[in-house]
């Protein structure tokens, strides 16, 4: 089965060192150690830069604003795993992005609250109750779980709804832009339960700490970076497991799959509650670092967003999505500071240029510029 | 009766309103399976040049019938280009198209924002739209009829037009087997130019009554774009009819609900609605039989 990856599957590369008969010729050892591992050296020097030499030398507003991106990061990475290894185009992580934002911050709320009380904006907009589903986020270890469970079951069904019907391609973008839309709008409606346009902000505390304390603040940026190193690792591992192979060939050839035996959709649906846990711990990230969650976070905007830095950088590569959200959030927050209102072109020609001449994303510029050598020569 | 009538008849109005901002996408998507994201602007496009006429004629009943034939053409213009400059070298990748067309949108948000303001103007009704019918004791505003009439209008032409011209063979047949008709010399290249330019030309058509109701704003567009695809996928791909009843029924039944509970829980329900659907009849309301796979 020829299986064309946007770089190349590390463990067919694998598999044919130890198979292939005697007379083809194999790629010395160095290249092919590189083919495997390569990745892995990447995401080493990814780990240092984000982990030794930034929290040493900048200032700890930059940091924050790092932090941030890796919250973005780690939903970004979700969906260049389902959009550029699986082909699902998914326009509503922020959908997920928010439920993981959303239960961290009921959690911070209820932290700020204190014991027994409820949160302030429900005495401002309601009639001071707290709806019984705020109770169990009192405790720091149920909001955890429930920041990978909840959106673990929520896409696992969402999921077997629309996957196992085969709806896909352009019909799943649409489809998951508009649970994004109609989330925001939900949050917006319900001003009593979530705090309505205006969000949850206004938190002291992170699991008990100091959320004005320096060091606390470090520490909060470390667990995001942390992370996303973590997942790429994660995603690096799924790469070039028999599982990543197989996702790729569903994205290529999904008919020829189902021939063989398997069943896409369930190929599918893994990538998807993976994306959708992924874009829910980002949310649990954001919310700490940026002091707020609101239904603007979570929306279309914010989901295409995300998608933004998985262009850039390359969907279908490892480090692409992460470094391009890093550096469309960087972008996003230079670009505002000396052009306020003019961030709306910025994105809307990085989205029309990545598309036209560069698909692939950055990481695809080196093999096209070797290609067009090759051609001139 | 109070209870039905009103928000069947308001219903209808939304429908047509929908109906409007989702034929253009129907030939676009449908016929050609191109995704045009961009096409909610176009909308915004349209109410904007229904702003410009009204600021150009003074008569606002003149005004608005001298910019449904403009909307259509300056939209249809701005489809035009959007086809030779971006769309075409892309016609293989429809998901790196989507992206490309939101790109476009946020670009033209922009635009319209930097142009005329970031707070939308109101374009004033024409008198003879001011007036209202008693239907079954709801008073019904003349301004929802025209809404209604000029969608079932549009709907008919392009329904002509696709059926009966020489013009509706070619894109049919160019549907139907590219390669086929392209042998047959038919030039699908033209074809698909000029499908692009009376889809968005459509969507102009369109603009121009919504802002009739709502006046013009440059996030007009993202607000219509997905209810309108919803309900071009709920008609079933490329199927005319389909459209339009489902732009009626999402009509209809976001107005029902928000009569039982408010306006943007009926927004959320009649998504979770359509979600339901779509899990039950993925191909929608009608589709082309086809031999092709899944």
Redesign the interface.
């Known amino acids: 089965m020829t299986v064309t990856a946007a770089s190349t599957p590390e463990a067919a590369a694998t598999d044919a060192a130890t198979t292939a008969p005697a007379g083809i010729r194999r790629k010395p050892l160095p290249a092919r150690l590189f083919t495997t591992y390569g990745g892995l050296v990447a995401i080493g020097v990814l780990a240092y830069v984000l982990m030794v030499w930034a929290p040493g030398s900048m200032s700890p507003f930059r940091l924050g604003n790092l932090g941030k991106y890796c919250a973005f990061a780690l939903a970004s990475m979700g969906i260049g795993l389902a959009?550029g290894r699986g082909?699902m185009?998914l326009m509503g992580q922020g959908v997920f992005f928010g439920i993981g934002g959303y239960a961290m911050a009921m959690h911070m709320k209820l932290e700020a609250a204190g014991a027994g009380n409820v949160p302030d904006f429900m005495q401002l907009y309601g009639d001071g109750t707290m709806p019984f589903w705020w109770e169990p986020f009192r405790s720091g270890a149920f909001t955890i779980f429930a920041i990978v469970a909840v959106p673990a079951v929520v896409s696992l069904l969402l999921g077997l709804?629309?996957l196992k019907?085969?709806?896909k391609?352009?019909?799943l973008?649409?489809?998951t832009?508009?649970?994004a839309?109609?989330f925001a709008?939900?949050l917006?409606?319900t001003i009593k339960e979530t705090g309505g346009f205006n969000g949850l902000n206004t938190f002291t505390t992170f699991f008990g700490h100091n959320l004005y304390d320096p060091e606390v603040k470090k520490n909060i940026y470390r667990i995001a970076a942390g992370l996303v190193i973590v997942f790429l690792v994660i995603l690096w591992q799924l790469y070039r497991s028999r599982y990543g192979e197989l996702l790729v060939a569903t994205r290529d050839a999904?008919?020829r799959i189902r021939f063989l035996g398997y069943d896409p959709a369930n190929i599918k649906l893994f990538a998807f509650v993976v994306a959708a846990v992924m874009a829910s711990i980002g949310g649990a990230l954001f919310v700490p670092i940026a002091g707020i969650i609101s239904p603007t976070n979570v929306d279309?905007?914010a989901s295409?967003l995300l998608?933004a830095g998985v262009?850039l950088g390359g969907r279908a590569s490892l480090l692409g999505p992460a470094i391009g959200a890093i550096a469309v959030g960087y972008g996003r927050s230079s670009l505002s500071e000396k052009y306020p209102?003019?961030w709306?072109?910025f994105?809307?020609?990085?989205?029309?240029l990545v598309?036209?001449f560069l698909?692939g994303g950055i990481s695809s510029l080196w093999s096209k510029l070797k290609s067009l050598a090759g051609r001139v020569r | 009766m109070d209870v039905l009538t009103t928000p069947l008849l308001t219903g209808t109005a939304t429908g047509a309103i929908l109906l409007l901002a989702a034929l253009g996408l129907t030939l676009t998507f449908g016929q050609m399976g191109v995704i045009n994201m961009a096409n909610g602007e176009f909308l915004m496009i349209g109410a904007y040049v229904a702003y410009m006429t009204q600021q150009v004629i003074s008569g606002a009943g003149v005004s608005i019938l001298v910019a449904l034939p403009v909307a259509f053409v300056f939209a249809g213009l701005l489809g035009l280009i959007l086809e030779v400059t971006i769309i075409q070298w892309m016609y293989q990748r429809p998901l790196d198209t989507l992206l490309a067309t939101v790109g476009v949108s946020l670009v033209l948000q922009q635009a319209a924002r930097d142009i005329f303001g970031a707070q939308g103007d109101p374009v004033t009704a024409p008198s003879w739209m001011g007036g209202r019918i008693s239907v079954f004791g709801y008073e019904w505003p003349h301004r929802q009829l025209f809404t209604i009439l000029l969608a079932l209008g549009a709907f008919a032409a392009l329904n002509a037009v696709l059926k009966y011209s020489s013009f509706g063979r070619r894109i049919r047949a160019t549907v139907q087997n590219r390669e086929l008709a392209e042998t047959m010399g038919i030039s699908t290249r033209n074809v698909d130019r000029l499908t692009f330019f009376l889809g968005s030309g459509l969507a102009g058509v369109g603009g121009v009554a919504i802002a009739l109701i709502s006046g013009t704003n440059p996030t007009l567009g993202i607000s219509y774009i997905i209810p309108a695809f919803l309900v071009v996928v709920v008609g079933g791909v490329g199927q005319l009819k389909g459209t339009l009843i489902a732009a009626w029924a999402v009509g209809v039944v976001t107005a029902f609900l928000t009569d039982w509970t408010s306006g943007s829980m009926a927004q959320v329900l009649t998504f979770a609605l359509v979600v339901v659907f779509l899990t039950v009849r993925p191909q929608g309301l009608f589709t082309v039989r086809t031999r092709s796979l899944a």
């Open positions: 959009w082909g185009l709804a629309i019907r085969r709806v391609g352009a019909y973008a649409i489809l832009q508009a649970l839309v109609a709008t939900l917006v409606a999904e008919e279309a905007a295409i998608i262009a209102d003019n709306s072109y994105q809307g020609a990085l989205f029309i598309m036209l698909p």
